[in-house]
């Protein structure tokens, strides 16, 4: 009973652990739109996401660099959500707020 106790004790221990190192993340959003802006410079193209509410760095629009490893299924999480109305939550890139706000990069999407 002693093992299972110590056991239960470490899991919620790791599973608090993993949540204070993660990157600052909105808490749950709708995603009211997908844009994809093409870079006229040549560049790769941008992606940027609109949420329903403003909030991290006093925006509701946040950018996924299309050059970024992982983009893609960044995207698809974010049209997935839309298509099905889910909530995400939007965790941003540890680099912080962009300048403007609205170019803050999106570092991951959670599903809920």
């Not at 994809?36 to 410079?41: C, E, F, K, L, R």
């Not at 992982?70 to 941003?92: F, L, P, T």
């Not at 962009?98 to 959670?110: D, E, K, L």
Request: hydrophobic share 45%.
């Amino acid at each position: 009973m002693k093992k299972m106790a110590l056991v239960i004790v470490a899991l919620v221990f790791q599973l608090l652990s993993a949540a204070t190192f993660a990157e600052p993340t909105t808490g749950k959003v709708k995603i009211l739109n997908v844009r994809p802006y093409h870079n006229t410079t040549g560049g790769p193209t941008d992606v940027y996401i609109v949420i329903n509410s403003v909030s991290l760095c006093g925006t509701n629009t946040y950018k996924i660099p299309m050059a970024w490893g992982g983009a893609k299924e960044s995207v698809a999480a974010a049209m997935a959500a839309v298509v099905a109305g889910r909530d995400v939550q939007i965790e941003i890139d540890n680099a912080g707020c962009g300048t403007p706000a609205w170019t803050t990069n999106v570092q991951s999407i959670y599903l809920w």
